[in-house]
């Protein structure tokens, strides 16, 4: 399956995965989208943050530490697994459980960090596999969620199109943005976000940007 990514002047080729890999193609997609209070949140946040992650297994299980914690929290736990060297696959295996609770995890995402590192998840295959494979082929992994999987797939492979629509702080974004009269569910949100393809992933950042702006705090690691 053809892979690209978006420039400035419009989609290179026949493409069935578009990737945002540059501050340009972010650009791009704003002028495409071209909705009011999207162009409003640009031009007042720019430079929108790439949010790009190397693929992989320490990308996707910084994924999992930040699942239901603050953005602090999960900086926090991550520097420690870091400086631990456990952000290989081999190294997390070897891992005892009383060392990882030191650093930490909770219980569940010890079984979670576990069950990643002996996965054999082919991390160069999921390039080529469409957005709805990726996020199978994620999702069947013990302890990764539709959350985790729309993160990595978003932050890691650059898809254009994913929208993690359990995210709280882009819930709380979109209620202002649109002027909502309560935070949209996980449900809403996905509706909402049908307005944004095939740049949903560009809606995210900015609506993340806003939420920083108007938080003063980052809604994702």
């Known amino acids: 399956m053809p892979i690209g990514t978006i420039t400035g002047g419009g989609l290179v080729g026949a493409m069935d995965i578009i990737t945002i890999s540059s501050p340009?193609?972010?650009?791009?997609?704003?002028?495409?989208?071209?909705?009011?209070?999207?162009?409003?949140?640009?031009?007042?946040?720019?430079?929108?943050?790439?949010?790009?992650?190397?693929?992989g297994f320490a990308s996707l299980l910084q994924a999992i530490i930040g699942q239901q914690v603050s953005?602090?929290?999960?900086?926090?736990?991550?520097?420690?697994?870091?400086?631990a060297g456990l952000c290989r696959a081999a190294a997390m295996a070897q891992a005892s459980t009383e060392d990882l609770a030191r650093l930490g995890l909770s219980r569940p995402k010890i079984r979670y960090a576990k069950a990643l590192a002996l996965s054999g998840l082919d991390y160069e295959g999921l390039a080529?596999?469409?957005?709805?494979?990726?996020?199978?082929r994620l999702t069947a992994i013990t302890g990764i969620g539709r959350w985790t999987a729309e993160v990595y797939a978003l932050q890691a492979l650059g898809r254009a199109d994913v929208f993690p629509?359990?995210?709280?702080?882009?819930?709380?974004?979109?209620?202002?943005?649109?002027?909502?009269?309560?935070?949209?569910?996980?449900?809403?949100?996905?509706?909402?976000a049908e307005n944004w393809a095939p740049f949903r992933a560009v809606a995210a950042r900015l609506l993340w940007a806003y939420y920083k702006d108007h938080k003063s705090r980052e809604g994702i690691g």
Do not use: T
């Not at 791009?28 to 992650?53: D, G, T, W």
């Not at 953005?71 to 400086?83: D, F, L, N, P």
């Not at 080529?128 to 199978?136: I, K, P, R």
């Open 24 to 55: 340009a193609d972010i650009d791009h997609a704003v002028a495409q989208l071209n909705i009011p209070q999207f162009n409003v949140i640009y031009e007042k946040c720019s430079p929108i943050p790439l949010r790009r992650k190397p693929p």
């Open 71 to 83: 953005v602090a929290s999960a900086a926090a736990i991550w520097e420690r697994i870091q400086a």
């Open 128 to 136: 080529a596999l469409s957005d709805a494979e990726v996020l199978s």
């Open 165 to 192: 629509h359990g995210d709280l702080a882009l819930q709380e974004a979109a209620r202002q943005v649109f002027h909502l009269p309560k935070r949209p569910s996980e449900a809403d949100m996905r509706a909402l």
